[in-house]
């Protein structure tokens, strides 16, 4: 019964994995939209999304959800962009 346990919990480590880091990608998203909402979103914040999501861009082999990583990096590397542009970065 334990070997039948232990071998599920090794099935399931790429799935739990995978679900710690969609919610870390759903936390820093957040925290971008916050910022933005509140007008005071930090370079450091977008930065750490642009460097989470080049992490996750390796561990993703869906073209879909590849797809959508590569509009939330272009639109936070935008965002960024424009702070350099206004003197804030």
């Given at each position: 019964?334990?070997?039948?346990?232990?071998?599920?919990d090794a099935l399931d480590s790429?799935?739990?994995?995978?679900?710690?880091?969609?919610?870390?990608?759903?936390?820093?998203?957040e925290a971008v939209r916050d910022g933005l909402l509140s007008g005071q979103?930090?370079?450091?914040?977008?930065?750490?999304?642009?460097g989470l999501l080049d992490q996750q861009r390796e561990m993703?082999?869906?073209p879909e959800l590849s797809s959508v990583l590569d509009e939330i990096d272009l639109r936070a590397r935008v965002e960024l962009a424009k702070l350099e542009v206004s003197g804030l970065i």
């Open positions: 019964m334990l070997a039948l346990q232990q071998s599920g790429p799935k739990k994995a995978a679900m710690l880091r969609a919610k870390s990608m759903l936390e820093q998203l979103l930090s370079p450091a914040r977008l930065q750490q999304l642009v993703i082999d869906d």
